[in-house]
């Protein structure tokens, strides 16, 4: 946006105040819209900011609601937990979703997982799977 006001009003732009306000407003939405959260996953785990969790040896998936966003609450065998996974986010992405998803199955087919029935209807688990 700031490259763009310098190519149309050359700097004159910066000595109006208007033009701050706009910057700021844009750059606070954009940040509101996109940078609010950085989620990654791998063959074998997840991770939503610094915490993380290996997708296949989960112990606990429960589902829960935060604010408008319906998220998952994972842990796995080691302790490691992820409080707040929106589902809305990561199934954006299809390819990670896959990822993410083929662990929660993996780990509900073990038996080693407790998983909430809303879980277990959110997330469409099969009848019968890790019972």
């Known amino acids: 946006m700031t490259v763009f006001l310098t190519v149309v009003n050359g700097l004159r ?15 606070a939405l954009t940040y509101w819209r996109f940078g609010g959260e950085w989620f990654a996953a791998g063959a074998v785990w997840a991770q939503v900011g ?29 302790g490691q937990q992820i409080y707040s996974f929106r589902l809305r986010n990561m199934q954006a992405n299809p390819r990670m979703w896959d990822l993410v998803y083929n662990g929660i199955l993996h780990s509900v087919a073990s038996g080693n997982c407790e998983v909430t029935p809303k879980a277990r209807k959110v997330l469409m688990l099969p009848a019968g799977l890790g019972e």
């Open 50 to 78: 610094k915490s993380w969790v290996n997708t296949y040896e989960l112990v606990e998936i429960k589902f829960s609601v935060d604010g408008l966003n319906r998220v998952l609450r994972l842990k796995d065998s080691s």
């Open 13 to 27: 732009w910066m000595s109006m105040w208007d033009m701050w306000v706009l910057v700021a407003v844009c750059g």
